[in-house]
């Protein structure tokens, strides 16, 4: 399996688990959020990357998408990992936890002190992965929708 950034062709095999992913989180996604989520991956002044998992055949079964984030209280920067997806049909071989050391590695490459990311409480098989990282804070997340 090679980790690597997404290229601008693969924009169809990127849609689709980027849909599935929303799915997953029982999210309706538009087609102008999907475009602007596109475009944010290839413009360089936007500090958001979006890496792959490439099979031996060449096929993309997994993504991340992550971004910088200013901490304040540390007076830094942190990255946000903001999104982790892998294909169902090959979840749990090591492609998520692949997918999390490439974003560590670009962490510690660029001087950046951590890497932060989100998931639900109930999502029981990607806390396993995570848990082996580090234990879950105490930090609850509110989201409020304007």
Not at 9 to 24: H, I, L
Not at 30 to 59: H, K, L, R, Y
Request: hydrophobic share 40%.
């Amino acid at each position: 399996m090679i980790i690597r950034a997404i290229k601008e062709s693969e924009r169809a095999a990127w849609e689709k688990m980027f849909y599935a992913y929303a799915d997953f989180y029982h999210v309706d996604i538009s087609t102008e959020s999907v475009n602007t989520v596109w475009g944010w991956i290839f413009d360089p002044a936007q500090d958001f990357w979006c890496d792959v998992a490439e099979d031996d055949n060449g096929n993309l079964v997994g993504f991340t998408q992550y971004q910088l984030m200013h901490r304040s209280l540390g007076g830094s920067m942190v990255c946000y990992l903001s999104d982790l997806y892998v294909s169902p049909d090959i979840r749990g071989n090591g492609t998520g936890r692949a997918l999390i050391d490439n974003v560590v590695q670009f962490a510690k490459e660029n001087n950046v002190p951590g890497v932060r990311w989100l998931t639900q409480e109930n999502n029981y098989a990607a806390r396993r992965l995570y848990d082996t990282y580090v234990s879950k804070s105490d930090f609850l997340l509110y989201s409020v929708s304007v």
